[in-house]
């Protein structure tokens, strides 16, 4: 009987170490889900926010990018309007009084984390003090913030464009519309006979090939020989050339100047002026003999068989020289 008392009450107590260790591990299980684990030891502290711009429970904490906590829970005060955020911090960094908590978005597609920015010098923050807050914009904030300038610009941009297009349907009547049409046709069917142009020139271009490539290869010939000739000028000593030029132009015009100056034979003849008087009349006086030769030849050819004598010379009768 005593046996079997102690084996009952040995399975009584092994039923309610049972039971106890289950609601210990439902009010553990429980306190996790909540955001809280009871096996760990935490400092709990808080910071206040205006706006916590998408914070949620058990967001992570970090300090210079590692996570030292989590956010705990995140409660509205009824009076002040602010929104008071309760973090567990599991370090043993020292972190001071005047460190600031700020709220800031990891990637554009993630949820809002809390950072640590520690202070340097101060008191250390105890358990249930409080953070100084901040709140530092995103990424897709920031371009939003960047973007609010250029959305002015943009709708005054379309505002602009709206008042162009009503005056140019202002413009465009019926009438102009009409000619618009019109034109459009004429380009098309200009652009058709340009193809049809450009069509035959190729077919011309096709039918003459062989002539074609004949003269661009007699062109290529005479450019060999243009570049021959001008291998050949490039050869020939200008310089000299031309200083034998300047020689030469030098004795002509000394040559000129000793005739203008009437030196020499040819100077005297060109500038002696009673010459020219002497040979202007001995042409004058040639010219009568030559006309009395002419008219009366037997005053100097006389031949005479009978032995006449000659006839007395008789001037003429009128000189036909001045």
Do not use: C
């Amino acid at each position: 009987m005593q046996k079997k008392e102690v084996l009952k009450v040995s399975k009584e107590v092994k039923t309610a170490i049972l039971v106890i260790a289950s609601i210990l591990l439902f009010i553990w299980g429980y306190s996790y889900l909540k955001g809280r684990d009871l096996l760990v030891k935490y400092k709990t502290l808080f910071v206040e926010y205006e706006n916590v711009e998408g914070l949620a429970k058990s967001a992570p904490v970090t300090i210079n990018g590692l996570v030292v906590g989590k956010v705990s829970n995140i409660t509205l005060d009824n009076t002040t309007a602010k929104i008071k955020v309760e973090i567990q911090i599991n370090s043993d960094f020292p972190i001071r009084k005047n460190s600031v908590a700020e709220i800031y978005a990891p990637s554009p597609i993630g949820g809002k984390e809390i950072a640590i920015i520690p202070s340097k010098s101060g008191p250390e923050i105890e358990d249930g003090g409080f953070f100084v807050s901040s709140s530092k914009l995103g990424l897709t904030d920031e371009l939003a913030k960047q973007m609010e300038p250029l959305k002015d610009k943009i709708t005054k941009l379309l505002d602009n464009a709206n008042v162009m297009f009503e005056n140019i349907n202002q413009v465009l009547d019926a009438k102009s519309k009409d000619n618009l049409r019109k034109s459009l046709a004429d380009l098309s069917t200009t652009v058709a006979q340009f193809k049809s142009v450009a069509s035959d020139v190729n077919s011309i271009v096709a039918q003459n090939k062989p002539k074609l490539n004949a003269t661009f290869s007699n062109f290529e010939k005479t450019s060999t020989n243009l570049s021959k000739i001008s291998d050949s000028i490039s050869k020939v000593n200008f310089a000299a050339t031309v200083q034998s030029l300047q020689k030469t132009l030098s004795h002509v015009n000394g040559m000129m100047a000793t005739i203008e100056s009437g030196k020499g034979t040819m100077g005297k003849i060109m500038n002696d002026e009673a010459l020219y008087l002497n040979l202007n009349k001995t042409s004058k006086e040639l010219e009568l003999l030559l006309q009395d030769l002419r008219l009366n030849p037997t005053r100097y050819i006389n031949v005479s068989l009978f032995g006449k004598k000659n006839k007395p010379y008789a001037a003429p009768a009128k000189d036909t020289i001045k």
